[in-house]
């Protein structure tokens, strides 16, 4: 932490606690459009309160931005649900006959945990983290790096104890993993697209039951493996720490060697039982790598296709397959949940965490962009509203959506269909956007030593002032506050970071690196 302390008014965080109204007010209108069909434990009266108890306070300019911002609050609540075991989190409200105990499902656990750990309470993931340390089976049923996630949530909320109870059924989750899915001969993982959450793929129809040795399962293997080395460090777990080391490496290098095709410039999919061919087609998921930072500096060539309209440019969100692909398709029949087209919530949030992380690693270059990144998240939060039957545009998040009208194609046709499970997809907890603020674009990024990196995502110039207040990093309440001319918080002009009541770091603009 900077050793020198700025004397500077806590006027700004004053301000911010009497912004309590900014929630109360997008709570009401979130409120009064919704029929709350499921209620589990914090219904819609107490959803005011529970959110400004427990999130970071978020304030911009943009204000479609800062509503889809709190609408993503509003919904995660929702999937809080109090069980005689403790709290689990929800992926659909209405019950699914694929889910488990409680309704629960491992597939979306990623994103839970990473959302969910700015949560300023913290016990939510803590019973969370119990119930899979319990379903330890079910913990394998889809693609889950569960170890990686548990250590992204110690990050903000760091607890020995949560580790030292966590870490024997982690392993265990992890050698059951390499028992089940892992190839010896090929040196990699394998995975069914539909076990990955990615349905009726291009390159799962290359295969005769759609299986694969995908950038997503090894990825989130390497993630393990190193999330479980750095645990055996934190318990002085020596040969452990050396075990898992070596698998991350091994694992590292075979994303980077077998999967990356060379003439495509894109990490793809190898059909199983085949001959180790890559698929045709370029697929968003081949960005997962870099949620890793599995990727050299020398591949950034890939993020052009993400800007690009036959690539996966859409006017709603990326598409999941490359546009000029000849597998592509945005059907409204079949399938419901389509990977070979559609825009999914949980792809477009996978990608723009990926991004993320390089920029903040790599910084800028002429296919690296603050503005790539910016626009993406924009698209990204438009894409969270539905024109209702009146005729009125509200705030949705559902599982997939056509990328260039914005309809919601699941819900559509399941209502065709009949819609078996009312609304199954509203509010639907499979991805990741709050996180994409806190720790993209504001840039808040906890490190396993204590640390705790801010380095805004925002272009230079976009915004004259933004504010995000009270976020929970270990045991520690952060607060960014950019004013640039100081008239907007009555503070001292600039960037002021305060670690609880004190102003730690000062600048005259966002463009910055503060390591806490």
């Not at 900077?2 to 209108?29: D, G, P, W």
């Not at 569960?146 to 580790?163: C, L, M, N």
């Not at 999941?320 to 692909?325: C, D, F, S, Y």
Request: glycine share 6%.
């Amino acid at each position: 932490m900077r050793a020198f302390l700025i004397t500077i008014s806590f006027l700004a965080l004053l301000v911010a606690c009497e912004k309590a109204n900014i929630v109360e007010s997008y709570v009401a209108e979130f409120n009064a459009y919704d029929d709350e069909i499921y209620v589990q434990e914090y219904d819609n009266s107490e959803a005011a309160q529970f959110l400004l108890n427990n999130i970071p306070i978020f304030e911009c300019p943009d204000k479609e931005l800062e509503k889809t911002y709190y609408f993503r609050w509003w919904t995660y609540r929702k999937h809080i649900l109090s069980t005689p075991e403790g709290f689990v989190i929800t992926e659909f409200l209405p019950d699914v006959p694929w889910a488990g105990k409680y309704n629960v499902i491992n597939c979306p656990g990623m994103h839970q945990f990473r959302e969910g750990r700015w949560l300023k309470n913290p016990n939510y993931l803590l019973d969370y983290a119990e119930y899979w340390c319990r379903e330890k089976t079910f913990a394998r049923k889809y693609s889950f790096p569960i170890a990686y996630s548990f250590w992204e949530f110690y990050k903000v909320h760091p607890d020995t104890v949560f580790i030292e109870k966590s870490y024997a059924a982690l392993k265990e989750i992890y050698a059951r993993w390499e028992e089940s899915h892992w190839d010896e001969k090929a040196g990699l993982f394998w995975q069914k697209d539909g076990y990955d959450g990615m349905e009726v793929s291009i390159s799962g129809a290359l295969s005769k039951d759609a299986t694969g040795y995908r950038a997503t399962i090894n990825s989130y293997m390497y993630a393990d493996a190193l999330a479980l080395a750095e645990m055996a460090k934190l318990l002085d777990m020596q040969s452990d720490v050396e075990y898992y080391s070596a698998k991350a490496e091994q694992l590292k290098n075979a994303v980077n060697e077998k999967l990356w095709d060379e003439s495509a410039r894109f990490y793809k999919v190898i059909p199983r039982h085949g001959d180790m061919q890559f698929s045709p087609a370029r697929e968003l998921h081949g960005y997962v790598p870099w949620m890793f930072g599995i990727p050299g500096t020398d591949r950034s060539d890939v993020w052009k296709q993400l800007d690009d309209t036959l690539g996966f440019k859409a006017p709603y969100g990326p598409t999941t397959a490359e546009r000029r692909a000849e597998g592509f398709r945005v059907n409204y029949t079949g399938h419901d949940c389509q990977w070979n087209g559609p825009s999914w919530p949980f792809a477009t949030a996978q990608t723009l965490t990926a991004l993320a992380r390089t920029l903040h690693e790599n910084g800028e270059n002429e296919n690296l962009s603050k503005e790539l990144y910016w626009e993406t998240l924009e698209t990204y939060s438009n894409s969270h509203r539905r024109v209702t039957e009146n005729g009125d545009k509200i705030c949705w998040i559902d599982e997939n959506l056509d990328p260039f009208t914005g309809k919601w194609l699941a819900r559509h046709m399941l209502m065709e269909k009949g819609n078996v499970y009312n609304e199954r997809g509203k509010d639907y907890n499979h991805s990741t956007f709050c996180d994409l603020i806190i720790s993209g674009l504001v840039g808040i990024q906890p490190q396993a030593n204590g640390d705790v990196v801010i380095e805004p995502l925002i272009p230079e110039g976009q915004w004259e002032w933004f504010a995000l207040f009270r976020v929970p990093c270990g045991g520690r309440l952060l607060s960014i506050v950019y004013d640039k001319t100081g008239k907007h918080y009555d503070c001292r002009p600039g960037l002021n970071v305060y670690v609880d009541r004190t102003c730690v770091f000062h600048s005259e603009t966002y463009d910055v690196r503060v390591v806490l």
